[in-house]
């Protein structure tokens, strides 16, 4: 679906402001200025806040690359609910036709079981320790349901394939 006339203005603007969240991140980890960042995603999050509610009411129509970007900010918050949020305008953004949002509500899903103190069902979520980036605790397929066939279709790398994947998205940056 292509973005509507109406929503123009807002599609744009949603365009720069997740541009702005990527030159965030589009550092090394280890120069990123974190305070800085996460006081430019509170900024970005209000008004994505808005934006998503203008969707919901049927007053913007966002294409399904649009909705990933959208989705990306609240998937940046530090809150519990925006990475429902997240989830929910990802899963959107797949049924809309983005590739992109079929990762984006697997990571939303793992972001959110993590924030309340569960282990990630897909494994894509990881953390860098001692100058080591290590996968953050995840269920066994047997406790998650989540097999390698099933993530697969979610375009999650397979179990014994995670952090290597990671770990070469992460070099990709530098």
């Known amino acids: 679906m292509e973005d509507t006339l109406h929503s123009k203005s807002v599609a744009e603007e949603l365009d720069e402001i997740f541009e702005s ?61 925006d ?4 989830m929910e305008i990802a ?21 959110y079981l993590l924030s309340i103190g ?9 953390t860098k320790e001692s100058g080591e980036w290590s996968l953050l605790p995840v269920q066994t397929d047997e406790e998650s349901g989540i097999t390698d066939e099933v993530r697969a279709t979610r375009h999650v790398p397979a179990r014994d394939q995670q952090i290597r994947a990671f770990l070469k998205q992460v070099s990709f940056r530098k």
């Not at 909705?67 to 990306?72: G, S, V």
């Not at 569960?118 to 990881?126: A, V």
């Open 21 to 81: 969240d990527q030159a965030d991140r589009m550092v090394e980890h280890q120069n990123i200025d974190f305070e800085r960042m996460h006081e430019n995603d509170k900024l970005r999050l209000a008004r994505a806040r808005v934006i998503y509610q203008e969707v919901k009411d049927g007053r913007a129509v966002l294409s399904g690359e649009r909705l990933w970007k959208l989705a990306m900010l609240f998937q940046h918050s530090q809150d519990s609910k």
């Open 83 to 86: 990475y429902l949020a997240a």
């Open 91 to 111: 899963t959107l953004s797949a049924e809309a036709g983005s590739e992109s949002g079929v990762w984006l509500s697997a990571a939303a899903e793992d972001r």
């Open 118 to 126: 569960e282990k990630q069902k897909w494994g894509t979520q990881f």
